[in-house]
């Protein structure tokens, strides 16, 4: 099975090459393959993840050229904007058309949106962001396995359940040959073409482990290597691009210092934002967020957040809802409204209409129709998790997390399905 469609080379200058997808061309990066004019590749991020032979490339267009133009005629579809409700308030309307333009919207602008609360003001908020979505990025939506390899951590994240002081967890961590086994499985068997590798910063890792399990994935396997491993030596992440990770998927948790500091006291907000920025120098696709609906944040602070992550120019947006785990000092707060939620993602996508952004499985967990809906109100990526079932539980950062209980062949199942349903294609076409 393919989540991305091969693509053609038409033009090389340099590292940089054009690649034709039925007709629409896009930018990818070139680290990894000695390539020609004509031939076929996948590229996923913006970078080319496999070069691949050119009979089986054409076979593989050929299943997808029908699919491909009718997924875009349902996305298209669903994705019209109109207004039926010509009396909603004129300086809302405003900002919509403003948005819907392609202009930037202001902070207050932003707030304004976040803070409606007429459901029809609501409608067209999502019924904006999904068209701004479509006109701007069209139908691609990243699929990204997530594997979960270690819940260990000597953090202090006060909103965690993995953090170092809930003594009540049990603890794992794969050993590089069971990571190795699981990357095997997602890439030969199920077809993954990007895969997160995340676990909690756990210091039984040596750089030097990671370095060689990069290296070894890469070598074996064509696949995108994003990383989540919260803060490590500078030098690590140095290496790690040159050893063939891409991407970065590291949160701020929240552009709020105080509240930061709060929240986290073994670290500041200063030295979070200090890694993306090294990240963004080294070259990876970055990937953050922050949570929303922690105890003592306001919504400007949301508006905040995302403004922050947009001048930090993350490629990929995750913001999703703080859920409170029972053995965490935050155990008493309560999870936000899904509405809230999805109305922050409508905005996020008004605020950028060109960054990726993510349904968080945290999303997913608190309303089992929230992927659908997050779909269709702005976001354009989804994650499925891959960790082994005989840890996935203990990866245990708020309870009842989706999916924990569902085979990968059903996780898989459901969201071709529902990608199909609302014209996405399960790809990522690069920059
Ligand atoms: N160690 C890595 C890091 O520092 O980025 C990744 C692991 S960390 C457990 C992954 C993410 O889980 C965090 O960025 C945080 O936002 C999220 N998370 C932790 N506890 C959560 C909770 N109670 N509700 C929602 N998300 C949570």
């Given at each position: 099975m393919c989540y991305a469609i091969p693509g053609n080379v038409k033009n090389i200058t340099g590292n940089l090459i054009t690649v034709d997808y039925f007709g629409e061309e896009r930018k990818a990066r070139n680290d990894f393959y000695d390539l020609q004019v004509g031939d076929y590749v996948y590229a996923q991020g913006g970078f080319v993840v496999e070069k691949i032979d050119e009979k089986l490339a054409e076979e593989i267009l050929e299943t997808w050229k029908e699919l491909f133009f009718e997924l875009k005629k349902t996305d298209v579809r669903l994705s019209k904007l109109y207004n039926?409700?010509?009396?909603?308030d004129k300086d809302f309307l405003k900002v919509i058309d403003k948005a819907t333009y392609g202009k930037l919207i202001s902070r207050k602008e932003a707030l304004r949106l976040l803070l409606c609360e007429d459901p029809d003001e609501i409608d067209l908020l999502h019924k904006s962001a999904n068209f701004i979505r479509q006109k701007f990025l069209d139908n691609a939506c990243c699929v990204h396995g997530i594997i979960?390899?270690?819940?260990?951590?000597?953090?202090?994240?006060?909103?965690?359940?993995?953090?170092?002081?809930?003594?009540t967890l049990k603890r794992y961590s794969l050993d590089t040959g069971e990571i190795l086994e699981v990357v095997a499985d997602a890439v030969k068997?199920?077809?993954?073409k990007g895969l997160v590798l995340q676990s909690g910063?756990?210091?039984?890792?040596s750089s030097d482990k990671i370095l060689k399990l990069i290296k070894d994935i890469r070598r074996n396997f064509p696949v995108f290597i994003f990383l989540?491993?919260?803060?490590?030596?500078d030098r690590f992440y140095r290496e790690a691009f040159d050893a063939g990770a891409k991407a970065a998927l590291f949160r701020?948790?929240?552009?709020?210092s105080t509240l930061y500091s709060q929240l986290h006291p073994h670290s500041s907000l200063k030295e979070r934002t200090r890694y993306l920025k090294l990240f963004k120098d080294i070259g990876y696709i970055i990937a953050s967020g922050s949570l929303i609906?922690?105890?003592?944040?306001?919504a400007e602070s949301v508006i905040d957040d995302f403004m922050f992550a947009k001048e930090l120019g993350c490629d990929m947006y995750s913001f999703g809802p703080f859920i409170p785990h029972?053995?965490?000092?935050?155990?008493?707060y309560n999870t936000p409204d899904t509405e809230y939620i999805l109305k922050a993602l409508s905005v996020l996508r008004l605020i950028d209409p060109y960054g990726k952004i993510l349904v968080t499985t945290a999303l997913e967990s608190i309303n089992p129709q929230a992927r659908r809906q997050a779909l269709m109100s702005g976001a354009n990526s989804i994650m499925l998790n891959l960790t082994p079932k005989d840890y996935?539980?203990?990866?245990?950062?708020?309870?009842?997390?989706?999916?924990?209980?569902?085979s990968v062949e059903k996780q898989i199942a459901d969201a071709l399905q529902l990608l199909k349903s609302i014209g996405r294609a399960p790809t990522d076409l690069g920059i």
């Open positions: 039926d409700k010509p009396d909603l979960e390899f270690s819940n260990t951590c000597v953090c202090k994240c006060t909103y965690c359940g993995i953090n170092s002081e809930n003594s068997r199920f077809g993954f910063e756990d210091t039984s890792y989540s491993l919260g803060e490590r030596e701020f948790e929240t552009s709020d609906g922690l105890p003592g944040q306001k029972p053995d965490t000092p935050l155990s008493d996935v539980g203990f990866y245990d950062i708020y309870p009842n997390r989706a999916t924990v209980d569902v």
